[in-house]
């Protein structure tokens, strides 16, 4: 199962004792998540959060990918996890959000890094995907920063309550990872 931690950061696997603090992470940043997640309408209780918790366990006993909380010293700062693996494809697509006060820290790149490692080096992946809408350059610099390839344009694809949003699709292969690793390790410090 997936599990990090570092000096800033910590991530692990959704639990049930962890849905009041979801919930208050989302109403407090709650103005800011509606602009690009539609779910934030329909979570309006601790309950709601408790409901995508256990959906999350759920996922993670099947073997069908993961949501995992982000700590920052030791508070709930938002989530990362993936949507359904295709095992037989060996295919991703990753989801991430955080709080309104977390962004611009380094946070959410460090722990898409820390997943994308245990895609592909522990659960060997090939291909993981990151979609975000055209104009969500936060969620766009974080795939691009870390050497995702933009492979299109995917047309009105979401409802964003008041209007269709176009997406771009990003991805990255485990054979570029794996040069970019290398390539990393073997420059100077």
Known sequence: MFFYQDQEISMRLLEP??????????????????EWMLWVDSTKTEEDSMAFIQGAMQQAMQNN???????????????????????????????????????????????????????????G?????????????????????????????????EWLGDRFTDHCVYALLQPEYMKEKTHSMNQPT
């Open 17 to 34: 004792r962890d849905a009041r603090s979801l919930y208050l992470l989302i109403q407090r940043s709650r103005e800011h998540l509606r």
């Open 65 to 123: 990918g993961f949501q995992a909380g982000i700590w920052s010293h030791g508070e709930l700062v938002g989530i990362i996890g993936t949507h359904q693996i295709h095992w037989i494809d060996r295919t991703v697509s990753i989801g991430y959000w955080l709080g309104e006060g977390y962004q611009g820290k380094g946070i959410m790149t460090k722990a898409c890094k820390a997943v994308i490692h245990y895609l592909f080096e522990d659960c």
């Open 125 to 157: 992946l090939h291909r993981i995907e990151i979609r975000a809408a055209v104009d969500n350059l936060k969620s766009r610099r974080i795939a691009e920063r870390l050497s995702f390839s933009l492979e299109g344009i995917l047309r009105q694809c």
